[in-house]
């Protein structure tokens, strides 16, 4: 692994990725064997993909880096039941979502006051009242409400990706919809 | 078509739900229709926008110097011996204390048809 620390620093920007950089299965081969330089060169390879999905559920940077760091060491506690018939980063996703799933399960949203809002995007009245609206679903609800609405993924991609039934995904969405729309008709939204 | 359907339909996405005709003539329908248009388009732009600092990488680096990769897998290996023999122990507390079960066959319930089910009932109440 010599030859790949060279070309490695833990202080590199973003996910770039340096000059003659090894491949991310050499990466993963040898993160599995025990090489944390390895595994650190995957985080930050993967790293803001993992950021913009937890950002899709949690708001605080707080929330979206304990998600992210739970996913990686998650990861690396778990590389050896890796196997390389799926990409790495689906692998990555898989665990992403489980942890946000789990935190979200233990973590009360709550709709800060006008002005508290970290990252607005579009109009910031209508951006208050979706997280309000987000805020009296259930957490599992809210969950599969943001992968399907928010990540626009259908009910067998949420399936495919969190490793979950496609009946299962399908009842959970039937649920989770039919009380947004019991919200929507209370006039709790936009 | 009622209301219900419609709006079933609705949040389904469903392109092919025959329900132009009924919102043409129902107000209470189409105002729920914008309402769900708005706040669908504030779900897809409910996101933090975070981005990972410079440091993170490093920060994570620094926690795995604590941990080696499948440490959870060789734990379990270890609690394996442990755990068979309480399988062991409440497996022969079952056969002693409980009753005979319920012949297999009568469990017919699938998770298809559970779907069906449920799908059947919510919309018999929605």
């Known amino acids: 692994m010599a030859t790949m620390q060279l070309v490695w620093t833990l202080t590199g920007p973003g996910d770039a990725v340096p000059a003659r950089a090894p491949d991310e299965a050499c990466l993963v081969a040898a993160a599995q064997k025990g090489d ?15 950021f913009r999905l937890a950002g899709r559920f949690f708001r605080q940077r707080a929330d979206v880096e304990d998600a992210a760091q739970e996913t990686f060491l998650r990861a690396w506690r778990r590389l050896d039941t890796y196997r390389e018939r799926a990409p790495f980063e689906h ?71 969190l490793g979950w039934s496609q009946v299962n995904v399908r009842v959970r969405a039937h649920r989770a919809r039919k009380r947004l729309r019991r919200l929507l008709e209370e006039g709790g939204a936009p | 078509m009622n209301c219900a359907q419609v709006r079933h339909g609705l949040m389904r996405a469903d392109s092919h739900h025959p329900m132009a005709a009924h919102l043409r003539h129902c107000a209470a329908c189409r105002g729920f229709a914008e309402r769900l248009e708005s706040t669908r388009l504030g ?12 440091a993170f990488a490093a920060r994570l680096h620094r926690r795995l110097a604590n941990d080696t990769p499948g440490d959870l897998g060789r734990a379990a290996l270890h609690l394996l011996p ?6 062991l ?21 699938t998770e298809e048809a559970y779907l069906a089910w449920v799908l059947a009932t919510d919309d018999e109440n929605s």
Do not use: M
């Open chain 1, 36 to 50: 944390r330089d390895a595994f650190t060169e995957l985080v930050r390879r993967n790293q803001r993909r993992v």
């Open chain 1, 91 to 161: 692998w990555l996703t898989r665990l992403c979502l489980n942890c946000c799933y789990a935190l979200l399960r233990t973590r009360k949203e709550t709709v800060p006051l006008p002005g508290n809002e970290p990252a607005v995007h579009g109009d910031p009245d209508a951006a208050l009242e979706v997280r309000g609206l987000l805020s009296r679903l259930p957490p599992a609800d809210r969950f599969l409400i943001l992968l399907l609405e928010g990540e626009g993924w259908a009910v067998e991609e949420v399936a495919g990706r």
């Open chain 2, 43 to 54: 779900l897809r732009r409910h996101h933090a926008g975070i981005e990972p600092d410079a």
């Open chain 2, 82 to 87: 442990l755990t068979a023999a309480v399988l």
């Open chain 2, 89 to 109: 122990l409440l497996l022969l507390i079952s056969t002693q204390t409980a009753p005979l079960a319920e012949p297999a066959a009568t469990i017919t319930t």
